[in-house]
């Protein structure tokens, strides 16, 4: 998730832009760069690091020019260097832009340029586009401007992207596309902006068209023209916002942790993208490849994480074993290297880390290193240690994740560890079909999550019921004892009321005893394998007296008999019911905490990333 920033007008572009993208830090951060025309020359600088950085090496500089583009890179494809870094150019340095999305087919497309003769300088998905529009450029110099040449680029890439673009041949230009990827224009008075969203142009407009996917914006230093991939005009009036520039960033929500648990859709269309084999009921690991034959050959998994990440892994537990018959055994990182596990030959070590920086993870990962065996990662945060230190990998490309409560991050590793199935069952004894089910209801997963997303102010209002009870027992069997545990997790972390998860199996040999009329129970109560099981249970609570709020698949009539307060989610596979099952929970924590009025993204005693042991 990087943050883009346009401008053109009658300031010097520079100061501006740097501006900009500071106000975007949020949306991550490990390299920085800015392109600006003047003087019939393109002025680009770049560095690693945080956008300061960057500042400071152009402290002195007086850059003239009043068109510019800036991009705070964080890193999806490409490790972290000053080369990935954004602006990026074609061949003869004349077309300049900076994204923010994936190319999906940036691979083949790079592959054709490449014989056609391009020059490629990075290691990035963008700079294909730079090379695209300079080849539909000089295919008819003469009458195509560098719109039309825009528009047959992005007719040959799939993904998602947020572009500002420029020209040193058209130096009064600056055009900006949308597909998927946030991007607003400001319009101020002779001057316009382009970025990832309005905190970073607030000091100079409040005037904000959002463009929409599909939607081409040239600007010049008179005006505006937005219109869509077919050149059709699009006439749109600007909304005049008063939110702060902190609102802005958080997208109008109130906490990040409430906007990354809407991110939840488009993070794990993300997580699939370009992975998923339907027709072959596959999944393609790109960064797997180069051990592929070492994970034929595997033969016990072991998993080590913390928090979130670790819950993440035991729903993996059951998908491995249940779908791709690997012994699998997950640990507590931080427990991990004390207990002196034995390995055998064929063993294999998974490190699951969002940040990638954790140092209990990261302790595990060095000690199975160590002793010889094979470690791997699933991590979002490119080029992080971990990303560093693992053979081999898969990123979860899901843009930052800044509430210290992770949300979507979770649903993502799970995700991820459904494609390791996918790709692990079929080189054993999936078969196709087996392998085509999934993978098709993997594909629709976004889809369901947006179904249960619209469903929050129920939750909320659930929430808002249970608010005055100081304990709660989360419970869950089989797939979604993990996602039990996940919501008490939650629940804890950010309105430090005591929450525990249980095997709902389990209950009965000790958290029953807790149970009366003040000790809500929360149910995953899904149409599934354990689902009588279940019922049995919420009927052992009920008969103490204990409160019960269910998870439920949809189109279960018989559900309300039982439990107190019911919450549905859709249809899907047992496998992969968790994610559907995690977004109930994640909603009626974070409402239960706002109604306390909490510190929802920074709750007491916490960190984000837990950097030491
Ligand atoms: C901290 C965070 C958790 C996270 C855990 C593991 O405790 O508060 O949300 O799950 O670290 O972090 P990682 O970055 O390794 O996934």
């Given amino acids: 998730m990087c943050g883009i920033v346009g401008y053109i007008g009658k300031q010097k572009a520079l100061p501006?832009?740097?501006?900009?993208?500071?106000?975007?830090?949020?949306?991550?951060?490990?390299?920085?760069?800015?392109?600006v025309i003047g003087d019939g020359s393109v002025f680009c600088k770049k560095a690693v690091g945080k956008i300061s950085v960057l500042e400071a090496d152009l402290a002195d500089a007086d850059i003239p020019g009043s068109v510019g583009i800036a991009h705070s890179r964080w890193a999806?494809?490409?490790?972290?260097?000053?080369?990935?870094?954004?602006?990026?150019?074609?061949?003869?340095?004349?077309?300049?832009?900076?994204?923010?999305?994936?190319?999906?087919?940036?691979?083949?497309?790079?592959?054709?340029?490449?014989?056609?003769?391009?020059?490629?300088?990075?290691?990035?998905?963008?700079?294909?586009?730079?090379?695209?529009?300079?080849?539909?450029?000089?295919?008819?110099?003469?009458?195509?401007?560098?719109?039309?040449?825009?528009?047959?680029?992005?007719?040959?890439?799939?993904?998602?992207?947020?572009?500002?673009?420029?020209?040193?041949?058209?130096?009064?230009?600056?055009?900006?596309?949308?597909?998927?990827?946030?991007?607003?224009?400001?319009?101020?008075?002779?001057?316009?902006?382009?970025?990832?969203?309005?905190?970073?142009?607030?000091?100079?407009?409040?005037?904000?068209?959002?463009?929409?996917?599909?939607?081409?914006?040239?600007?010049?230093k008179g005006g505006y023209k937005i219109s869509d991939f077919g050149n059709k005009i699009i006439e749109r009036a600007p909304s005049v916002i008063d939110w702060t520039a902190e609102e802005a960033q958080k997208g109008g929500y109130q906490h990040f942790m409430l906007k990354e648990i809407f991110e939840q859709p488009e993070a794990i269309e993300n997580s699939i993208r370009g992975r998923l084999l339907v027709e072959e009921g596959a999944a393609r690991l790109g960064g797997l490849a180069e051990v592929e034959q070492k994970l034929r050959d595997m033969k016990r998994l072991f998993i080590v994480a913390c928090g979130t990440a670790y819950l993440a892994g035991r729903i993996g537990e059951y998908m491995l074993e249940e779908y791709a018959g690997i012994p699998v055994e997950v640990d507590l990182a931080s427990e991990f290297r004390y207990r002196k596990p034995v390995f055998k030959e064929g063993d294999v070590v998974l490190a699951i880390s969002q940040s990638g920086e954790?140092?209990?993870?990261?302790?595990?990962?060095?000690?199975?290193?160590?002793?010889?065996?094979?470690?791997?990662?699933?991590?979002?945060?490119?080029?992080?240690?971990?990303?560093?230190e693992t053979e081999a990998g898969v990123y979860q490309h899901i843009g930052p994740e800044i509430g210290v409560a992770s949300t979507k991050a979770f649903t993502s590793q799970a995700m991820i560890l459904a494609l390791w199935t996918l790709l692990l069952g079929r080189q054993r004894n999936m078969s196709v079909e087996t392998g085509k089910e999934i993978a098709e209801e993997i594909q629709k997963l976004p889809d369901l999550i947006r179904q249960i997303l619209k469903q929050s102010e129920s939750v909320k209002a659930i929430a808002k019921k249970y608010n005055r009870y100081e304990n709660f027992l989360y419970l869950g069997r089989k797939y979604n004892l993990p996602t039990a545990m996940e919501g008490a997790l939650k629940l804890k972390e950010i309105s430090y009321v005591h929450a525990e998860g249980c095997g709902a199996g389990e209950m009965k040999h000790g958290p029953i005893a807790m149970i009366d009329e003040n000790f809500p129970s929360v149910f995953i109560a899904l149409k599934d394998s354990v689902y009588e099981k279940v019922i049995s249970n919420i009927q052992e609570i009920k008969a103490r007296g204990g409160p019960v709020i269910a998870v439920a698949t949809e189109g279960d009539k018989e559900i309300r008999e039982y439990a107190d307060d019911v919450i549905f989610v859709p249809k899907t596979l047992e496998m992969l019911s968790p994610i559907l099952a995690a977004l109930p929970l994640q909603l009626f924590a974070y409402y239960f905490a706002a109604e306390r009025g909490c510190d929802v993204d920074k709750p007491r005693n916490l960190a984000k990333s837990v950097t030491v042991e």
Avoid: M
């Fill in 16 to 35: 501006i832009i740097f501006d900009g993208i500071k106000a975007l830090e949020y949306r991550g951060y490990d390299s920085a760069g800015a392109a």
């Fill in 76 to 220: 999806t494809h490409g490790v972290v260097t000053e080369s990935n870094a954004h602006p990026h150019h074609d061949c003869e340095k004349n077309i300049w832009l900076v994204h923010n999305g994936i190319i999906e087919n940036y691979k083949e497309l790079k592959n054709a340029l490449i014989g056609r003769g391009h020059k490629f300088v990075s290691e990035t998905d963008t700079e294909v586009v730079a090379h695209l529009i300079e080849e539909s450029r000089s295919q008819n110099l003469e009458s195509r401007s560098l719109e039309d040449s825009v528009r047959l680029a992005v007719a040959q890439i799939k993904g998602t992207y947020g572009f500002a673009i420029l020209d040193k041949r058209e130096p009064e230009k600056l055009i900006a596309v949308r597909n998927f990827s946030p991007l607003i224009l400001g319009i101020g008075d002779g001057e316009y902006f382009i970025a990832s969203d309005a905190s970073a142009v607030l000091k100079h407009t409040r005037n904000i068209i959002y463009l929409n996917d599909g939607e081409i914006a040239v600007l010049t």
């Fill in 358 to 388: 954790t140092a209990d993870t990261l302790a595990a990962l060095r000690e199975a290193k160590q002793k010889g065996v094979l470690v791997l990662g699933i991590v979002n945060v490119v080029g992080s240690t971990i990303a560093r």
